[in-house]
């Protein structure tokens, strides 16, 4: 069995601190050019932790951002993210099977950047932004354009854009096909828009439509085939599960849409915020997801806000968990060709819920902190997948704001 430990190689990590590096000069800069336009600026920084119960993944992150006003209705933003990610996941074969081994190692490292410019206008608002994510086994770049129209004396905003992603995908890890880095490109269209109802009610929708091309399977994920070997043999005639990468199609056409609707209730002090969000693939994918937050003011300087979030998802046509009494044989090296098969347990039918409650604390008007706990429980519907696949997890966030 391999192990999906990762030992960072030297030039990974002179990658993640060049990056950083160049973030932390431009986000400098900023700061300095802030400093003589004497421009309003405001930082926001988070930390989140997640946990999956019985040891699986543990993923930290830290996220900075920096905004800067400008002159003739002009604002800079730079951000950066950086996840450590360890612990063990599945990777393909049953536990039943490997009770042993049907987890494998990962201990990773992700930096990302992202540089916005937005500019306000009487009649439109535009926005560029430009970003590049770096892991040893992964690096994507992308880049995005929005423009926005106010109409009917500002009480409804049309927004469309388009955002491209190019990314590539080592698939020389462990397990993988062993092709070295191969391409994946990720276009999308956005439109939608945001009304204003009254003085209490607002609703937005947005509809976005992708066409992912490339490698987009998981060179991580693997697929077993059993083998019989003796056959016939009754002393020596014994079965052997042989694992093989996962081969998900070359190209796909997504589809989603998000709903949402806010309502201030003045005899609560509270409001009543209800989302829903539909999405759909060409290959059977299709999730729905239920959302409601209810951030309630508790006093001049405290907010709290419970909220609860339902998935629900219908299996990829390619999802099977295993390649027995399939007829396919897998490929050798699979890039999305021919028959198509993935053991991801993600793909599955499955559902999940999430319960949070979060609490803001508004120190001064310049200075708001927020502290949030989540727990998140996933459950597979079909009777064929593992049932320990699907992980329980906490998550706890911490943040603040501070505008100067």
Avoid at 81 to 109: C, F, H, N, Q, R
Avoid at 146 to 156: H, R
Avoid at 195 to 222: F, M, N
Avoid at 237 to 252: A, D, F, G, S, V
Wanted: hydrophobic share 35%; net charge negative; with cysteine.
């Amino acid at each position: 069995m391999f192990a999906k430990s990762k030992s960072f190689p030297r030039v990974a990590g002179i990658f993640s601190y060049t990056l950083t590096l160049r973030i932390t000069i431009v986000s400098a800069l900023i700061y300095i050019l802030a400093q003589k336009l004497n421009a309003q600026k405001a930082l926001h920084a988070k930390y989140q932790d997640w946990n999956e119960d019985d040891g699986r993944i543990k993923v930290r992150s830290w996220y900075f951002l920096s905004e800067l006003k400008l002159a003739g209705n002009w604002s800079l933003e730079s951000g950066v993210m950086i996840d450590s990610v360890s612990g063990a996941t599945p990777y393909g074969k049953p536990p039943e099977i490997g009770p042993d081994d049907w987890l494998v190692e990962i201990e990773e490292e992700r930096r990302a950047g992202t540089i916005e410019l937005k500019h306000e206008g009487t009649l439109f608002d535009y926005s560029f932004e430009v970003g590049l994510s770096k892991e040893p086994d992964y690096v994507s770049k992308s880049y995005a354009f929005s423009v926005s129209q106010k109409i009917a004396e500002e009480t409804l905003v049309l927004t469309g854009g388009f955002s491209y992603k190019d990314d590539e995908v080592d698939t020389s890890v462990p397990g993988g096909p062993g092709l070295g880095f191969l391409e994946k490109d990720t276009p999308e269209i956005v439109l939608g828009f945001y009304r204003i109802l009254d003085d209490r009610t607002t609703l937005s929708l947005d509809v976005t439509y992708g066409r992912p091309r490339g490698y987009l399977s998981d060179p991580y994920k693997q697929i077993g085939l059993g083998e019989i070997l003796f056959a016939g043999d009754p002393l020596r005639e014994k079965e052997i599960l042989y694992m093989h990468p996962e081969n998900r199609p070359n190209k796909r056409e997504t589809l989603a849409i998000f709903l949402q609707g806010r309502r201030y209730l003045e005899t609560w002090e509270a409001s009543i915020e209800s989302s829903y969000r539909y999405f759909c693939d060409d290959r059977g994918l299709v999730g729905n997801t239920f959302g409601v937050r209810v951030p309630k003011r508790l006093s001049e300087r405290i907010i709290i806000e419970p909220s609860f979030r339902y998935y629900h998802q219908e299996a990829a046509d390619y999802y099977k968990t295993s390649l027995d009494d399939t007829g396919i044989t897998p490929a050798l090296q699979p890039v999305g060709e021919g028959s198509h098969y993935s053991a991801d347990y993600r793909i599955s039918k499955l559902h999940a819920k999430t319960a949070g409650l979060k609490l803001t604390y508004i120190h001064q008007e310049n200075l708001i902190i927020d502290l949030s706990f989540d727990r998140y429980k996933m459950e597979g519907l079909d009777t064929k997948t593992t049932k320990t696949y699907y992980p329980k997890s906490s998550i706890t966030t911490a943040g603040f704001q501070w505008s100067f």
